[in-house]
T-cell receptor
Framework: KAGVTQTPRYLIKTRGQQVTLSCSPI?????VSWYQQTPGQGLQFLFE???????NKGNFPGRFSGRQFSNSRSEMNVSTLELGDSALYLC??????????????FGPGTRLTVT | AQSVTQPDIHITVSEGASLELRCNYS??????LFWYVQSPGQGLQLLLK??????LVQGIKGFEAEFKRSQSSFNLRKPSVHWSDAAEYFC????????????FGSGTRLSIRP
């Protein structure tokens, strides 16, 4: 079974620009979560989408947004990029939460550098 | 608010020696607890998880962890480390109501001495 894939793997953008990152979950997984990883703040939860709806949200400004498509693929968008947005962005997918068990599978991440 | 503390930023152990990585959490109810490993340039891989039941959980790669409610701890152990275990290890917590919103600790970097 193919794992979580993220594209692109590396990205360089300039301050003020916007960027879109893509995540394809494991087949059959309906939940997709996004995390930001930086040396200073560590791993922080951005948001989660399930069945095309945002179900949970972290404490990030409105410049960070996302969406999920009917095939469960997800995109996240960052507008008006700032230098502090330079980070590794990780996507994770999981099956439905029904049943009380839970396990997230992470992709390799997209390394975003803002100059 | 939920939080996770990993008090050791960096640990070095000799190959073949035993390992224990510490993790303390703060959460009101019974949490979901996880240990993840991240190799350089890679995403996160789940080592093991605790939801309920037996407090000693076995994971992949020979790792195990013990949930101690009285100490709010979930320490990761391995009886004999291999050079390939060198990586960053993250303890994490989530709640049943927001199981997708995982709160991660700051991580412990493990180095292996030949």
């Amino acid at each position: 079974k193919a794992g979580v894939t993220q594209t692109p793997r590396y990205l360089i953008k300039t301050r003020g620009q916007q960027v879109t990152l893509s995540c394809s979950p494991i087949s059959g997984h309906r939940s997709v979560s996004w995390y930001q990883q930086t040396p200073g703040q560590g791993l922080q939860f951005l948001f989660e989408y399930f069945s095309e709806t945002q179900r949970n949200k972290g404490n990030f400004p409105g410049r960070f947004s996302g969406r999920q498509f009917s095939n469960s693929r997800s995109e996240m968008n960052v507008s008006t990029l700032e230098l502090g947005d330079s980070a590794l962005y990780l996507c994770a997918s999981s099956k439905d939460l029904a049943g009380g068990t839970y396990e997230q599978y992470f992709g390799p991440g997209t390394r975003l550098t803002v100059t | 608010a939920q939080s996770v503390t990993q008090p050791d930023i960096h640990i070095t152990v000799s190959e073949g020696a035993s390992l224990e990585l510490r993790c303390n959490y703060s959460y009101g109810a019974t949490p979901y607890l996880f240990w993840y490993v991240q190799s350089p340039g890679q995403g996160l891989q789940l080592l093991l998880k605790y939801f309920s039941g037996d407090t000693l959980v076995q994971g992949i790669k020979g790792f195990e962890a013990e949930f101690k409610r009285s100490q709010s701890s979930f320490n990761l152990r391995k009886p004999s480390v291999h050079w390939s275990d060198a990586a960053e290890y993250f303890c994490a917590v989530a709640s049943y109501s927001s199981a997708s919103k995982i709160i991660f600790g700051s991580g412990t970097r493990l180095s292996i001495r030949p």
